[in-house]
């Protein structure tokens, strides 16, 4: 057998392929890539992220190929095209309105979904939650730090985040194609700002730290059990540390 040679361009673009630090792939360096482009609508649609309904791979790929999309905020200018959507071989009436209405909905999806939703590197679901754990609630109090003197100094004092992960969040909230997405989207309707949850006042779990692992039966999503112990004054922290006061560990706990 012969040895295997890397690519040295993007299958789809010809563009020079990079390896970023620290790691053994190589990347597609170029924003218009079609199949980055491409994926990255298929990964914000997707059920673990924006669980749009109607949008599954193969619908996502054919409205990227027919030119109806290029990136997520064409998704919600789609609406104006709905006529020539149903003309579509393979959508019809009701499959449009489906699709529509779960872009729809998707608006009311909290901050703490749309931003891992959007894709950016180092930028998932844990750093988010630990973001918004340390006061990062909404867009612009990121947006507020990255444009500080000291950029990543507040950044790396929380725990949970390492300098790579806070490299990549002032790489990507500088940028400006990325701020002018923020922007569009904002004004599309989608949720930049966390929903305060109400709080009681008995609150036996005040001045307590939970973390929380593994899935219950009777907290499902997960984040129901989250939700309880801040309504009753706990804090909720996503990996256990020295300020930890409590683990609730479900099945398959990590």
């Known amino acids: 057998l012969g ?36 994926n990255s609508l298929i990964f914000f649609c997707q059920k673990k992220q924006m669980d749009i309904e109607g949008l599954g791979e193969k619908q996502v790929a054919l409205l990227y190929d027919k030119k109806f999309v290029r990136t997520v905020v064409d998704l919600y200018e789609l609406h104006q095209k709905k006529e020539q959507l149903i003309e ?20 009311q999806k909290d901050f703490k979904v749309v931003l891992p939703s959007l894709g950016f590197s180092e930028i998932g679901h844990k ?20 444009r500080s003197e000291n950029p990543t100094e507040r950044f790396l004092e929380i725990h949970g985040l390492g300098p790579r992960t806070v490299e990549s969040l002032v790489k990507h909230f500088t940028d400006p194609d990325v701020l002018e997405t923020i922007k569009k989207l904002k ?27 593994g899935s219950f039966e ?9 939700e309880i112990i801040t309504y009753y004054g706990g804090k909720k922290v996503s990996s256990v540390s020295s300020k930890t006061t409590h683990l609730l560990a479900g099945e398959s706990a990590g």
Request: hydrophobic share 30%; aromatic share 8%.
């Open 88 to 107: 579509l071989e393979g959508f019809g009436k009701k499959s449009v309105e489906i699709i529509l209405k779960g872009i729809e909905d998707s608006k």
């Open 127 to 146: 750093v988010t939650e630990i973001l918004i754990e340390n006061g990062f609630t909404e867009i612009d109090s990121i947006l507020k730090q990255v």
């Open 3 to 38: 040895v295997f040679q890397l690519p040295q361009n993007c299958p789809s673009c010809q563009t020079k392929l990079v390896k970023v630090e620290d790691s053994v792939d190589l990347f597609c360096s170029n924003k218009k890539c079609p199949d980055r482009e491409k």
């Open 218 to 226: 009777n907290f499902q999503p997960r984040d129901k059990a989250l």
């Open 187 to 213: 004004k599309a309707g989608l949720q930049f700002k966390t929903k305060e949850l109400k709080k009681s006042e008995f609150k036996p779990f005040e001045n307590q730290s939970w973390c929380v692992t």
